[in-house]
């Protein structure tokens, strides 16, 4: 018998959530609601098409997509960070202090690798993005939920669980949050990035959704609150310029960076250089204002079509999320249903065939909570089809009800 690590088995629950997530999205026949990728017609195919054309030559950026890099990232893309992404949103930051990354999960798992030792406590939202928790279960870190309302995690309650727990981070989603679709206020963000301050806890803000706003003010991310470099700010490019292109980035004090520099050399060296000089010409010729609203536009109709419709057919008593940006609402079904077992029969029968995530996983406190919730996302399936999408499961649960 093979001797797998203990920590194949301590994410041994979250993993299978994830597996199970892949199986119904790889479906073509499914109208799937279920994963969180950006609408493919907004993928900037043939801007990439032609910058590749130009950058991959001798006299370019040839030679430099090829050859080794450096651990931080492509200093070009870390100054389009700086100036492009944070700038406009009141935080101040030096290119020294972004680290481009192979994705923004590679945020999580990089600062559990230089912060996490095995039962230590990290403070998550309930519900919360369960890759993460597949992430800090497999550096053996003990979850608990903190509480939620329409404003995001509650600051008494996160207060009241750092004096209990001791924890090492605070995890936080504050914009258009996965699962939920919810938005931290301006109120709360201060008041964590203060409670980080007073505490001397790590808040690990990951905000991959926040530059797609469909309505609504924006808001500065609690990093822009923070006085004593305890928050620090992942980021994706996966929404807003290719999820497989597998670029994110991390801005964290010039301490931290020093330790997430040394894990991520002995992770994987660098992120690939020739989609990190994609994306940095990309923002540099000017492309991503034009291509910012186009994403917008399309995501904000699919949105629309998507929360008219749970309004128009789902039933009576079923309470949904407005997000004004992101990719996802957050649904909870009268009338005791249970999601889980709602979700087989939706995805397996031919009248249905259509795929969503189950509540339940996103709770890591169990306990049967979100049993009558699930997460639709509404990017990837165009308006017609989600009306389509949206009638037949909202059909199937009616057939539940009666
Ligand atoms: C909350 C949250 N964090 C991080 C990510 C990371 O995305 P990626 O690794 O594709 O950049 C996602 C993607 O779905 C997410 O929802």
Known sequence: MMKYAARMKSM????????????????????????????????PVDIVREIAMDVLRRDTRGVEALAYGSVMGVSDLREVVVTHLLAPKGVAASAENIMILSGGLEAMNLMCQVFIEPGDVILVESPTFVHSVEIFDMFQARCIAVDMDDDGMIPEDLEAKILKHNPKMVYVIPTFQNPTGRTLSLERRKRIARLGSRYEVVILEDDPYRDIRYSGKDLPPIKAFDESEHTVLANSFSKIFSPGSRLGYILASSEIITRLFDAKSATNSHTPILPQILCAEFFKRGYYPAHHKALCDIHRERRDAMIESIDRYFPPGTKRTFPDGGLFTWVELPGGINTTELLKEATSNPEVKVAYVAGEGFFTEGNGMGSNAMRMSFSAVPPEKIRDGVERLGKLIQSKLQ
């Open 12 to 43: 041994e629950k979250s993993a299978a959530i994830i597996r199970n997530l892949f199986g119904a999205m790889n479906d073509p026949e499914m109208i799937s609601f279920g994963g969180g990728a950006p609408a493919k017609e907004s993928l």
